[in-house]
């Protein structure tokens, strides 16, 4: 059983900086695999980043790629979404997400319904 918990959303102006943590507890947590989503008022929940527990792997939706990186602390328990360049586009609440199994295949870490926790979500709200 692992559970999650966000931080670090807020507002910030287009073309600015955000850092969410995820901070996970129960066991063995560097074996989960992770991921981050999003999810805008009337839109589904969209992947973003995914880190393999497994081999450090990082896969990233194209509407990501190059701003935001994933990254995780086993010391800390903790996952980080680093995010440069911010969109007003980027404008959802943030989720992430942990996976007992590993990533085979992109639909494994790209599907919310693949992942077994999920944290409560924070809010980033993009200006422009």
């Known amino acids: 059983q692992v559970q999650l918990a966000e931080s670090g959303g807020g507002l910030v102006q287009a073309g600015g900086s955000l850092r969410l943590s995820c901070a996970a507890s129960?066991?063995?947590?560097?074996?989960?695999?992770m991921g981050w989503f999003r999810q805008a008022p009337g839109s589904e929940r969209e992947f973003i980043a995914a880190l393999s527990g497994v081999d450090s792997s990082t896969y990233y939706a194209d509407s990501v790629k190059g701003r935001f990186t994933i990254s995780r602390d086993n010391a800390k328990n903790t996952v980080y979404l680093q995010m440069n360049s911010l969109k007003p586009e980027d404008t959802a609440v943030y989720y992430c997400?942990?996976?007992?199994?590993?990533?085979?295949?992109?639909?494994?870490?790209?599907?919310?319904?693949?992942?077994?926790?999920w944290g409560q979500g924070t809010q980033v709200t993009v200006s422009s």
């Open positions: 997400a942990a996976r007992n199994l590993p990533f085979y295949s992109a639909s494994s870490y790209s599907q919310s319904n693949r992942y077994n926790y």
């Open positions: 129960g066991r063995a947590f560097s074996l989960y695999n």
